[in-house]
């Protein structure tokens, strides 16, 4: 009977169609807790995509801690989920993308209780400069132009599909100028200025994020919390206008990062409640400048430059950041090793 035989085929392409057109519910979101301390850790590209990453988001709720930065776009430019980004398709951004599901990869978090933190890599973008050197800063292979229309709506765009995605926070991180290798870079700035441009561009975002009810963060230096002239002019990076535009400072503090004498100390890697310096200068520039974001600094959770590195050394940071009236804390180790701060978390909810 082949009128049967069509409208069976016919009906049944119809149901494919539309399970196709219907996209997945969306992941929803956990939001920050009533006191909007987040304590988390950093989980890197090699890490997200691993079998064994759900056990890691399991040593992470076990600790008492209750967020996970990952990235979205990372450090070499790659996207680490499938994107339909048309100029993600065109360079192949998201050929490394080790996430198959970016809202599943969420949902598992949140499954643990953990807010997803989604980290972007704004600027510092090798594999887009490298495929689109017009839209890289003139002179340079591993930076794109924060100035370019494009270059922002390339990354508001990279927003806006996390965003779809349930996160709980986009952080914004490389949100600024290079700093080093400028022997030929060309900023070609016209008579705006650095500070402009980056401000202008956070602002864009915070668009976006405000729409969807998302708090938005950003990493800075540690010494820009100083507001040294030198320092915000050569990466546009001005607290007192950034910090209104944001809900959340991450302030780079390592120890191992403060210059030889800091303070006096002859090391400053050997002395964790450097941590506190940097968490509370950024806290009084955004109170004077008015702004409500929290501030949750970056603690260091690696042993260069940081005699004694122990869980009990991370213990101390962060016992300093809440001292210096830090909202929560985020540990960084490059490698994704973490053994110290998941003992010093644990003692520290206790």
């Given at each position: 009977?082949?009128?049967?035989?069509?409208?069976?085929?016919?009906?049944?392409?119809?149901?494919t169609?539309?399970?196709i057109?219907?996209?997945?519910?969306?992941?929803?979101?956990?939001?920050?807790?009533?006191?909007?301390?987040?304590?988390?850790?950093?989980?890197?590209?090699?890490m997200?995509?691993?079998?064994?990453?759900?056990?890691?988001?399991d040593?992470?709720?076990?600790?008492?801690?209750?967020?996970?930065?990952?990235?979205?776009?990372?450090?070499?430019?790659?996207?680490?989920?499938?994107?339909?980004?048309?100029?993600?398709?065109?360079?192949?951004?998201?050929?490394?993308?080790?996430?198959?599901?970016?809202?599943?990869l969420?949902?598992?978090?949140?499954?643990?209780?953990?807010?997803?933190?989604m980290?972007?890599?704004?600027?510092?973008?090798?594999?887009?400069?490298?495929?689109?050197?017009?839209?890289?800063?003139?002179?340079?292979?591993?930076?794109?132009?924060?100035?370019?229309?494009?270059?922002?709506?390339?990354?508001?765009?990279?927003?806006?599909?996390?965003?779809?995605?349930?996160?709980?926070?986009?952080?914004?991180?490389y949100?600024?100028?290079?700093?080093e290798?400028?022997?030929?870079?060309?900023?070609?700035?016209?008579?705006?200025?650095?500070?402009?441009?980056?401000?202008?561009?956070?602002?864009?975002?915070?668009?976006?994020t405000?729409?969807?009810d998302?708090p938005?963060?950003?990493?800075?230096?540690?010494?820009i919390?100083?507001?040294?002239?030198?320092d915000?002019?050569?990466?546009?990076q001005?607290?007192?206008?950034?910090?209104?535009?944001v809900?959340?400072?991450?302030?780079?503090?390592?120890?191992?990062?403060?210059?030889?004498g800091?303070?006096?100390y002859?090391?400053?890697?050997?002395?964790?409640?450097?941590?506190?310096?940097?968490?509370?200068?950024?806290?009084?520039?955004?109170?004077?400048?008015?702004?409500?974001?929290?501030?949750?600094?970056?603690?260091?959770?690696?042993?260069w430059?940081?005699?004694?590195?122990?869980?009990?050394?991370?213990?101390?940071?962060?016992?300093q950041?809440?001292?210096?009236?830090?909202?929560?804390?985020?540990?960084?180790?490059?490698?994704?090793?973490?053994?110290?701060?998941?003992?010093?978390?644990?003692?520290?909810?206790h």
């Amino acid at each position: 009977m082949p009128g049967v035989r069509a409208a069976i085929v016919f009906a049944a392409l119809c149901l494919t169609s539309s399970a196709i057109a219907e996209p997945p519910p969306p992941e929803p979101r956990l939001g920050w807790p009533e006191n909007s301390r987040l304590d988390g850790v950093y989980a890197h590209i090699g890490m997200i995509g691993q079998p064994w990453f759900p056990h890691f988001l399991d040593r992470i709720a076990a600790a008492g801690m209750n967020a996970v930065v990952v990235d979205g776009k990372d450090y070499s430019g790659w996207l680490t989920y499938p994107s339909a980004i048309p100029l993600a398709g065109e360079t192949h951004a998201a050929s490394h993308a080790v996430v198959r599901s970016l809202p599943g990869l969420v949902h598992a978090a949140h499954e643990r209780g953990i807010r997803f933190l989604m980290r972007l890599a704004c600027f510092h973008d090798p594999w887009m400069a490298q495929r689109r050197p017009d839209l890289a800063i003139r002179g340079m292979a591993d930076w794109i132009d924060p100035k370019s229309v494009a270059v922002q709506d390339y990354v508001l765009a990279i927003v806006d599909e996390t965003l779809a995605a349930g996160v709980d926070e986009i952080q914004l991180d490389y949100v600024r100028y290079p700093t080093e290798g400028l022997a030929n870079a060309r900023f070609e700035l016209g008579s705006a200025k650095t500070t402009d441009v980056i401000a202008n561009f956070v602002k864009r975002v915070h668009e976006h994020t405000r729409d969807a009810d998302v708090p938005l963060s950003i990493d800075l230096f540690g010494v820009i919390a100083w507001q040294r002239a030198v320092d915000v002019r050569a990466t546009g990076q001005d607290l007192a206008r950034l910090g209104p535009l944001v809900e959340a400072i991450s302030p780079m503090v390592y120890p191992s990062h403060f210059h030889e004498g800091f303070n006096g100390y002859a090391e400053p890697g050997a002395h964790p409640e450097v941590v506190a310096f940097g968490t509370k200068q950024a806290e009084d520039v955004l109170r004077r400048a008015g702004s409500h974001a929290v501030v949750r600094p970056w603690i260091q959770a690696f042993p260069w430059h940081a005699p004694g590195y122990s869980s009990t050394y991370v213990s101390q940071e962060i016992a300093q950041a809440r001292a210096a009236r830090g909202v929560g804390w985020l540990a960084w180790n490059a490698g994704g090793y973490y053994d110290e701060v998941f003992a010093a978390a644990g003692r520290a909810r206790h």
